[in-house]
């Protein structure tokens, strides 16, 4: 039972590369998000998919788009990635609504 | 539309001191509150949730968070710190899924403990 898995952890881009991050998890949850973190901020909801088969944009959308392939898998793609895109991104479950969210390790992303 | 406000980005107490992380929150519903800690390198583990049922909340490793109503707060407090309890702590409102499953999280606060 590995909970959330997040695939690469570390990863350096050059501007202009794309990339996927990859986000899998076994815990039955219908819901899964996207979020970056940067100091002083918080997270910020990129994306969000309330159920297999919907996305929905977050806070800070730009830049990003994503998949939900299948119930447990849930990919954010950088088209073109730019250095204000370095931060640490984090993917997440939810099971119900209220409920808590189960957080991947997260993969730190440099753009330079 | 939610927020959160986490008052102080840096807290700094000595070893077995009391602990007192501040949030406060707005939301146009009764809130889902909670608390999560992060760990160096690490992702968000809950540490505790408020879900109506009871206004103290107990939660992991001695922690406990009050809902305040009138005063929109859900402070955490733990009576005596321990080193390991240094970290970055996240205060998060949810509104049960009328705004579509989101969660919005406080900017953090990072906990230091002195030896």
């Known amino acids: 039972n590995a909970g959330v898995t997040q695939t690469p952890k570390f990863q350096v881009l050059k501007t202009g590369q794309s990339m996927t991050l990859q986000c899998a998890q076994d815990?039955?949850?219908?819901?899964m998000y996207w979020y970056r973190q940067d100091p002083g901020m918080g997270l910020r909801l990129i994306y969000y998919?309330?159920?297999?088969?919907?996305?929905d944009k977050g806070e800070v959308p730009n830049g990003y788009n994503v998949s939900r392939l299948n119930k447990r898998e849930f990919s954010l793609r950088l088209e073109s990635a730019a250095p204000s895109q370095t931060s640490v991104y984090f993917c997440?479950?939810?099971?119900?609504?209220?409920?808590?969210?189960?957080f991947g390790p997260g993969t730190r992303l440099t753009v330079t | 539309a939610q927020s959160v406000t986490q008052l102080g980005s840096h807290v700094s107490v000595s070893e077995g001191a009391l602990v007192l992380l501040r949030c406060n929150y707005s939301?146009?519903?009764?809130?889902?509150l909670f608390w999560y800690v992060q760990y160096p390198n690490q992702g968000l583990q809950l540490l505790l949730k408020?879900?109506?049922?009871?206004?103290l909340v107990k939660g992991i490793n001695g922690f406990e968070a009050e809902f305040k109503k009138s005063e929109t707060s859900f402070h955490l407090t733990k009576p005596s710190a321990h080193m390991s309890d240094a970290a970055e702590y996240f205060c998060?409102?949810?509104?049960?899924?009328?705004?579509?499953?989101?969660?919005?999280f406080g900017a953090g606060t990072r906990l230091f403990v002195k030896a």
């Open positions: 997440a479950t939810q099971g119900l609504a209220g409920d808590e969210q189960y």
């Open positions: 815990m039955n949850h219908n819901s």
């Open positions: 998919s309330a159920s297999e088969g919907t996305t």
């Open positions: 939301s146009s519903v009764p809130p889902y």
């Open positions: 408020y879900t109506s049922a009871a206004t």
């Open positions: 998060a409102v949810s509104d049960g899924g009328t705004g579509g499953f989101k969660t919005i």
